[in-house]
């Protein structure tokens, strides 16, 4: 069966903490693997893509790892913020069709 | 957020109601989906479209039906509403998901059935 695996389920760290979540996935065959935002009461925001051949990619404090061996991914975040309080998401698309399998994500909070 | 518009943001109705939930979107994209969201679950696609008039079901189509008669919409009926129902609805754009083309999402109708 198809699936993403987030942990943890939730987490809280205290601002400027550093932070790793882990995404593991059977989706096959794949074709990406993104990483999503999601704040209370909004639709997921793309943090990052990655396809099969890269192993990380960074949009500013976030930087998303990916083990195609493993079928592991991590989304790290550097010097939380407050602001950085939200849902992470994990979805990974198959290599055909239309398709996108999302992981259940892990819910953040950053305290002052 | 890219230009896509859900309409209403909230509804509450009763059950064995017909309710259509509206997706608008300006960006031109040619895939358009639905999903639901529920507590503990990922986000779970319930039709998607792949042009004016194509559309093929997800994984949790039942008692849900789309239409979608122009490129800027995507309707999402559901025939007789029932408590199960209940759930946040996402409606996404995108060119293709294959090959790292973004997906952009609405910003969620929260859909009550009483």
């Known amino acids: 069966k198809n699936q993403v695996e987030q942990s943890p389920q939730s987490l809280i760290i205290l601002e400027g903490k550093n932070c790793t979540l882990q995404?593991?996935?059977?989706?096959?065959?794949?074709?990406?693997l993104r990483w999503y935002k999601q704040d209370t009461g909004r639709g997921p925001v793309s943090l990052t893509i990655?396809?099969?051949?890269?192993n990380t990619k960074s949009n500013g404090r976030y930087t998303a790892t990916l083990d195609a061996d493993t079928k592991q991914s991590s989304l790290h975040i550097t010097a939380s913020q407050l602001s950085d309080s939200a849902s992470y998401i994990c979805?990974?698309?198959?290599?055909?069709?239309?398709?996108?399998?999302f992981g259940a994500g892990t819910i953040l909070r950053v305290k002052s | 957020d890219a230009g896509i518009t859900q309409s209403p943001r909230h509804k509450v109705t009763e059950t064995g109601t017909p309710v259509t939930l509206r997706c608008h979107q300006t960006?031109?994209?040619?895939?358009m989906y639905w999903y639901r969201q529920d507590p503990g679950h990922g986000l779970r696609l319930i039709h998607y479209?792949?042009?004016?008039?194509?559309?093929d079901k997800g994984e949790v189509s039942d008692g849900y039906s789309v239409s979608r008669s122009k490129t800027e919409d995507f309707l999402l009926t559901l025939e007789s509403a029932t408590s199960s129902q209940t759930s946040v609805y996402f409606c996404?754009?995108?060119?293709?998901?294959?090959?790292?083309?973004?997906?952009?999402f609405g910003q969620g109708t929260r859909l009550t059935v009483v």
């Open positions: 995404c593991n996935y059977t989706v096959s065959p794949f074709s990406n």
């Open positions: 479209s792949y042009g004016v008039k194509d559309t």
């Open positions: 960006e031109n994209h040619r895939y």
């Open positions: 979805v990974v698309s198959f290599l055909y069709g239309n398709k996108l399998v």
């Open positions: 996404a754009i995108s060119e293709s998901v294959i090959g790292g083309t973004e997906a952009f």
């Open positions: 990655m396809t099969f051949s890269e």
